[in-house]
């Protein structure tokens, strides 16, 4: 596979986080995980580095995701809003009861998605969508459906709005960023996806929880990512990759440049960073 780094990463073995975006980054465009991939995050364990999943989906999908691996490593899931580490949860924002139910009546009225509302432990959806689950959960592995939002207090600490057009990209740039913008953190998820958060919540401070919690300075942290989602994430850390894959407005956000997903980019690197520990899988 071929080596695509925009420069050479010599300080590898002062890493101690490695944080990766899931779709489009680690996982492949089928969906799949690269060949070996919870050995790797053992071994990261066994050396002192910990690896962390990084994405907009909830954790409860995330720990189904690396059942046999989640105590040995941290999930920052909801985009930031809720952090596991090895099993601990040490972070969580919610979205106050009467502020989510703005945001559904919004997208209501907007008329263009549908409100995904994302719970900790459970993603609710309005039951006229649920010709859509086939979808909805390759994302959200608990999906409780009603017939109202009306009567819902549950704790929320991601609110997304899901686009069946796939023009989620143009509804963020022309409406919900400079109408939801100033209030909470707004940030686009590919084509299909929208996602609102609490003010500073994002994976960059997500990141910054996470390393503050480990003892980690961010200059011996490494992310890899995407989509705009990850920006902040990657200009939180020193060591920041994004995939061959990745739009090309995304190189500004990041120093390094990796394999794409589908060449299993991310794991690429995670050996390079084994090696300079002395471990080969």
């Not at 060949?35 to 954790?59: K, N, Q, W």
């Not at 899931?77 to 989510?100: H, M, Q, W």
């Not at 100033?182 to 299909?192: C, D, I, L, M």
């Not at 890899?224 to 894959?245: K, P, W």
Request: net charge negative; charged share 25%.
């Amino acid at each position: 596979m071929p080596q695509l780094l925009t420069m050479q990463d010599d300080d590898l073995a002062s890493i101690k986080v490695i944080a990766s975006d899931m779709d489009c980054t680690l996982l492949a465009d089928d969906g799949s995980m690269p060949p070996r991939m919870f050995d790797r995050i053992r071994a990261l364990d066994e050396v002192g580095v910990t690896f962390c999943a990084a994405s907009g989906r909830p954790s409860y999908t995330l720990r189904e995701m690396f059942a046999e691996v989640a105590d040995r490593m941290a999930l920052l899931s909801d985009n930031g809003a809720a952090i596991y580490c090895r099993g601990e949860l040490i972070f969580k924002d919610l979205i106050d009861v009467p502020t989510y139910h703005e945001l559904i009546d919004f997208t209501a009225a907007d008329g263009r998605g549908f409100a995904t509302v994302c719970g900790i432990d459970s993603c609710f959806v309005l039951k006229r969508y649920e010709d859509w689950d086939p979808t909805l959960r390759t994302f959200y592995k608990r999906i409780t459906y009603l017939d109202s939002f009306d009567d819902l207090t549950a704790d929320v600490n991601k609110y997304t709005v899901f686009f069946p057009d796939n023009d989620g990209e143009e509804v963020y740039a022309s409406t919900y960023r400079d109408v939801w913008g100033e209030r909470f953190s707004v940030t686009n998820a590919g084509k299909q996806w929208i996602d609102v958060m609490n003010k500073h919540v994002d994976k960059g401070q997500g990141m910054a929880h996470l390393c503050e919690r480990l003892g980690v300075d961010l200059a011996d942290a490494m992310a890899f990512g995407d989509t705009y989602n990850d920006v902040q994430m990657l200009e939180t850390v020193r060591h920041s990759y994004v995939v061959a894959n990745a739009e090309e407005h995304m190189h500004a956000h990041a120093r390094f440049l990796a394999p794409s997903n589908n060449d299993c980019g991310v794991a690429q690197v995670i050996d390079a960073v084994l090696a300079a520990h002395g471990v080969t899988l």
